[in-house]
């Protein structure tokens, strides 16, 4: 499973950086989705400023690049700490009544991406045969 946070990026760039992030999450889409692994975005709001522990909400900056939760003592890396943030959002996610086993991604909506109906055949027994 991979899961990303539900981010604007035209938004963020302001016209300073190129379209990179956004089709680095079509890739991602188009890669998860060619081999059947589930593929799911969360809201990425306050990712940065919840403790993946307890829940508890601890506001920072961003010169602070430590986490640190009064509620629970848990300390660790800022970055680390929203990564486990977004799985959780993730697992929640999918662990919801209506949406478990549901597919969020679809070949369809990606721009370029043909379904391919090709299925590799197995090359268990075959040798190659030597040039003379």
Same mark, same amino acid.
């Given at each position: #499973?991979? @899961? /990303?946070?539900?981010?604007?990026?035209?938004? #963020?760039? !302001?016209? /300073?950086?190129?379209?990179? @992030?956004?089709? @680095?999450?079509?890739?991602?889409?188009?890669?998860?989705?060619?081999? &059947?692994?589930?593929?799911? $975005?969360?809201?990425?709001?306050? %990712?940065?400023?919840?403790?993946? $522990? +307890?829940?508890?909400?601890?506001?920072? %900056?961003?010169?602070?690049?430590?986490?640190? +939760?009064?509620?629970? &003592?848990?300390?660790?890396?800022?970055?680390?700490?929203?990564?486990?943030?977004? *799985?959780?959002?993730?697992?929640?996610?999918?662990? %919801?009544?209506?949406? =478990? &086993?549901?597919?969020?991604?679809?070949?369809?909506?990606?721009?370029?991406?043909?379904?391919?109906?090709?299925?590799?055949? =197995? *090359?268990?027994? %075959?040798?190659?045969?030597? !040039?003379?």
């Amino acid at each position: #499973m991979i @899961f /990303m946070e539900d981010l604007d990026f035209r938004i #963020m760039a !302001k016209g /300073m950086l190129d379209c990179g @992030f956004g089709q @680095f999450r079509s890739i991602v889409k188009y890669v998860c989705w060619k081999l &059947g692994k589930f593929f799911a $975005e969360v809201n990425s709001r306050g %990712t940065s400023q919840e403790c993946p $522990e +307890c829940g508890a909400i601890v506001k920072k %900056t961003l010169k602070v690049r430590v986490h640190h +939760c009064l509620e629970c &003592g848990l300390t660790i890396d800022r970055d680390v700490a929203s990564g486990l943030v977004i *799985r959780n959002r993730g697992i929640a996610l999918i662990s %919801t009544d209506g949406w =478990s &086993g549901k597919e969020t991604v679809c070949a369809g909506d990606l721009a370029g991406a043909q379904k391919s109906s090709q299925v590799p055949k =197995s *090359r268990k027994g %075959t040798t190659r045969k030597s !040039k003379k």
